[in-house]
């Protein structure tokens, strides 16, 4: 039952101002202690502390006001967290001047700081953050000690990253079921890596009897290699859910049996949010099975079923359960085979949804077919997806025009993602042109095209206006030596956004290019520019030429 690590996280991609960095907490906390230990309106007014004294009560409210902010960004998972930050700074401030307000003016008298600030319960308990390692009953009796205090208010656990044997299960269980009447969050992935089967399934289903009932919003079972045993295993769990809005079963070997376990076990899905199934063995078969989930979860935002060898079948009837939600924000289904057929089944349920942010869609086999039906359909729709990804969908320029009308309609795009495709040169200045008037732009990836200087050339200028833009990658195609030296000399100013050009080659072909090319290739490239450069104008020209009938 060994699983591979991953970095399993409460919240996918996106760009979130809360929390703040520990560097940030550190400088706040320095900051706090020099306006409490230095000369300024309030302590003048009350009273200096001492240096020691500043920044004990600094790291204190500190603590106090993060809890605090940390419990009301919880209440609004969805938002940038720009409303917890402003709490943030309130408590804090608010914190000191009554800090202040109740410091006696004699330095002889003494005041406790939990006089001033009341202590905030913690609600979030978390032994995740220690060595990977087995964990056996006595320590689970006294690592699990704070759990069992009376009138805790702990309502999310995580006991990722150790491996629970039976005993320790058995801790834990009494433990859990006094907790479960108040549990909102539970994070068990990888808790049974190195057990052997049979110990694994017990562990499980202690904690799933444990959990029976309980009123969970939010549960992660990831990296735990339970296939349908273990997903049967947790059955008692699993049934008695009715308000679960977040599931993750990834890295578990969900094979077709277990897919279709998961969707027998999880009968209420209707407030279902995120649900995702990365890195399993679905296949098609299974892929029928969480479709089935799919069509029961009107609410669902944020779909993950990639790397789950999905073919054309099983991505046909994903992409018709995808159809029937409206809310998606997030869909991810790279590194599948669906091939064109499910493509163009994929572009026609994309035209429902209008609140999609991030789009990842690479390694799906869609071919210029299927790419341009996404593309048009996403031209309309979505007009605040700012992610969009497609690499190694065998592209060709012959879809450039309808993607670059695409990311024309796309203001909001920061990210985009077409490398190991076969867009060349004309693919890539139609994609720059697309990009033209973006702001928002942080990131580019071109990489493995076939693109030469004269492609290169436009996509870097292109970007290199925007304020924002951090990451050019033009890496592995065929750019000539002049060309590499022309990309240096345009981020000469900020060589740090164009990604190293180690693997580019500058005299590499084609395998199906002909052999007809001879003379000055700058001149050649440069005539390219100039004619695609002037491909809009002459299709404006035309349109509006006056009929000859």
Known sequence: MDATILNSQRRPFSIKLWPPSENTRKMLVERMTNNLSSPTTFTRKYRCLSKEDAATSAEQIEHAAFTVSSQHYEKEPDGDGSSAVQLYAKECSKLILELLKQMPRSEHEEISFSEVIPTVQETFFDISKGKRAFIEAEEAQEL?????????????????????????????????????DQLKELDLSDFVAG?????????????????????????????????????????????????????????????????????????????????????????????????????????????????????????????????????????????????????????????????????????????????????????????????????????????????????????????????????????????????????HLIEVDMSCNGIRRAGARVLAQTVLLKDEFKSLNMNENFISEEGVDELKEIFKKSPEMLVSLEDNDPEGEDEDEDEEESGDEGKDEDELESKLKNLDVKKEESLDAPDSN
Request: a negative charge.
């Open 144 to 180: 699990l000690k704070p759990l069992k205090e009376s009138g805790n208010s702990f309502s999310k656990i995580c006991f990722s990253n150790r491996s629970f044997g039976v005993n320790a299960a058995r801790i834990a269980g009494p433990i859990l079921a006094s907790l479960k």
């Open 195 to 439: 057990r052997n089967e049979a110990e694994a399934l017990d562990v499980m289903n202690i904690f799933s009897e444990a959990l029976e009932d309980s009123n969970l919003k939010f549960l992660n079972l990831s990296d735990n290699a339970l296939g349908e045993k273990g997903v049967r295993a947790f059955g008692k769990l699993l049934q008695s859910q009715t308000n679960l809005e977040e599931l993750f079963l990834m890295n578990d070997g969900i094979s077709q049996e277990a897919a279709r376990a998961v969707s027998e076990l999880v009968p209420s899905t209707e407030k279902l949010k995120v649900l995702h199934f990365h890195n399993n063995m679905t296949g098609d078969e299974g892929a029928v099975a969480i479709a089935e989930i799919v069509k029961r979860s009107p609410l669902l935002e944020d779909f993950r079923c990639s790397s789950t060898r999905v073919g054309s079948e099983g991505g046909i009837a994903l992409c018709e359960a995808l159809g029937m939600c409206s809310h998606l924000k997030k869909l991810d289904l790279r590194d599948n085979m669906f091939g064109t057929e499910a493509g163009l089944v994929l572009s026609k349920a994309l035209s429902k949804h209008e609140n999609l942010t991030e789009v990842y869609l690479s390694y799906l086999n869609l071919e210029d077919e299927g790419a341009i039906a996404i593309a048009n359909t996403l031209k309309d729709a979505a007009p605040s997806l700012g992610v969009l990804e497609m690499a190694g969908n065998d592209i060709t320029a012959e879809a450039a025009p309808a993607i670059a009308s695409c990311i024309a309609a796309k203001q909001l795009l920061s990210k985009l993602s077409f490398a190991e495709n076969k867009l060349k040169d004309e693919g890539a200045i139609q994609i720059a042109k697309g990009l033209q008037g973006h702001n």
